[in-house]
Structures are given as structure tokens and as C-alpha cells.
């Protein structure tokens, strides 16, 4: 399963956001409304009243009413937004964001063609490449010490620990939704003492700094790392190379550059960097992030 979706299904929001993990909408609809949309119509911004961050509300559309008419793309607002030209202040994605590839725009209409389900796990006349599995991630150890302190979390206000599975060895997940606005570099450092357990962190949107990256190069085993919105310029992203098994990097809406990206060229495991409204966005038809400073994966 692809890592943001491996998130929500952590997080146990699987479920609401994408109901059949191994549908054809879970696998290829969702991962390009999620990396391309969702910035302006999910995660509490919703431009004209429209949320695309989970099957049900996609298929609720917004203010102009619906945006996916099953069985008839030509009719479907959301291929008619994704296809206007560039400049035109209707097009989607908006922003000055990178317009949707072809593929991606082929794919969508097939599969609204095809009655938009939810839950089928094929899409006629389209031909997907198969994709390289996963690796199985390396266990992480047993946070039974601290089962007290994350129940006791739960119940409270501000940032928690989350258990990625009943299995500890799948480790932790740090989430900060309900504290973003004032979790700073100090809160993150009292989670130090869980750092080789935590395998993401979701400090979007939260007041962490540059700083916040010492301590977090010592979460030796994180694998997602959410950055988007927050102040980091990107000065020490250098750090964050002795994070060997990290994956996944979003930091979009920060003010990073392209060239503070090169010290991140080193890690092979880095397969996701997402730079969305940052000075490190590529223009339309460049590169991707591991290639030289582009936005999507």
C-alpha cells in the first residue's frame, strides 16, 4: 500500500478516506487528489466549499455542485477543471501548481467512466505497470515501557502517540493535529525519549523550526516525515541524512529552495519529496524531487 495511505490506516481514518485500500480509487484516484488537490481542498482549507481528501467527499462535490458525474467524464466538473488551459483562473490544480499529467488525467477519466465506484479494483482499457513491492520495514523495539504515557496521551489535549499496529515492533506514529498551532521545537524534543519508535511524524502546520531538525535526526527509525507549513527554510535539511530509513518528506509551504535540496540527493531511501508552494517548485514539466528539485513523487 502506498505510504500516505499506510498513514491513514494508521491513524484509523482508512475507513472514511479511502474505503476499499485495494480499489483502483484507493490505488490511483486518491494518490493524485491527495498530492495534487488537497492542498487547497482538504486539511481545514476547503476553496468553494469542496473537499477532495476522502471518497465521500468527492463525490458530495461543493458550492457548484457536483464535481464527478459517474459514467460520463465529459460531464464531471473536476476533468472539465483539470483540463482548462494554463492561466485560465478556473484551472485546476491552482496556484501556479504543476497541471496534472496526462496519465493522471486518463486514468480519471476511466475510471468516472467506468461509474466512479469506490471499491472496484479494475478500470476497463486501462493497463497499470505493475509496481515494485514494498520492502517489509525493519521492526522497530518494544515500546511496552511507555504504555502508560501514550494511553494517559490519548485521553488528553495536545500531540499523541499512536501505535501503528496491536504489534509494538510496527512502532510509533506522532500526531499533532490537535496541538499544531503552538507545538514548537521544545515539545518536539520531549518526544526524544521515544524517537527510536516513532517511525512518522505529522508536525504540519505546527510552529517547528530548523532547530527541530537535531532532534529529529535522532528518530533513527522514521520512515514519514510531515513538514508542510511550518517555518523551516531548508538552512540545515542536511541533518536529516542520517535518516536512513526515511521514505517520505512533504514540505510544502515552507520557504525551502532548490538548492538547500541537494544535501537530500545522497539518501536512496527518499522516495517521495513533496514541495508545493515552496521556492523549490519545479515549473510545469520539470523534474521530479530526486531528480533535481521537483514537487511530486
Not at 76 to 83: D, G, K
Not at 98 to 124: F, N, Q, Y
Not at 150 to 162: D, N, S, T
Amino acid at each position: 500500500m502506498p505510504e500516505p495511505l499506510k498513514r491513514l490506516a494508521a491513524l484509523g481514518t482508512v475507513e472514511a478516506s479511502v474505503p476499499y485500500p485495494d480499489s483502483f480509487y484507493a490505488k490511483r484516484i486518491h494518490p493524485i487528489l491527495d498530492s495534487n488537490c488537497v492542498g487547497c481542498h482538504g486539511g481545514g482549507k476547503f476553496e468553494g466549499g469542496l473537499r477532495l481528501d476522502s471518497y465521500e467527499s468527492l463525490m458530495k462535490g461543493g458550492k457548484d455542485g457536483a464535481v464527478i458525474v459517474p459514467s460520463d467524464a465529459g460531464k464531471s466538473l473536476l476533468i472539465a477543471r483539470v483540463t482548462l488551459p494554463a492561466g485560465d483562473p478556473h484551472a485546476m490544480p491552482a496556484e501556479g501548481r504543476p497541471a496534472l499529467k496526462p496519465t493522471e488525467i486518463a486514468w480519471m477519466r476511466a475510471w468516472i467512466r467506468a461509474g466512479a465506484s469506490p471499491s472496484d479494483k479494475e478500470v476497463a482499457g486501462v493497463v497499470v505497470p505493475a509496481e515494485p513491492k514494498d520492502e517489509a520495514p525493519e521492526p522497530v523495539g518494544d515500546y511496552g515501557q511507555f504504555l502508560g504515557e501514550i494511553e494517559q496521551m490519548r485521553h488528553g489535549q495536545g500531540a499523541k502517540l499512536v501505535p501503528v499496529s496491536s504489534k509494538p515492533s510496527d512502532g510509533l506514529i506522532l500526531n499533532t493535529v490537535d496541538a499544531a498551532p503552538s507545538f514548537g521545537d521544545s515539545d518536539l524534543a520531549r518526544f526524544e525519549k521515544y524517537a527510536p519508535y516513532i517511525v512518522e511524524a505529522d508536525l504540519a502546520r505546527t510552529a517547528v523550526t530548523d532547530a527541530s531538525l537535531d532532534t529529529l535526526a535522532r528518530f533513527t527509525n522514521l520512515r514519514v516525515l510531515h513538514l508542510e507549513g511550518t517555518a523551516v527554510t531548508g538552512s540545515a535539511l542536511t541533518k536529516l541524512t542520517r535518516l536512513s530509513h526515511l521514505n517520505y518528506l512533504n514540505l510544502s509551504e515552507t520557504k525551502v529552495s532548490a538548492a538547500s535540496l541537494g544535501a537530500l540527493k545522497s539518501m536512496s531511501s527518499l522516495r517521495h519529496i513533496y514541495l508545493f508552494d515552496t521556492p523549490a517548485e519545479p515549473a510545469p514539466g520539470g523534474e521530479d524531487a530526486k531528480q533535481g528539485g521537483g514537487g511530486r513523487s
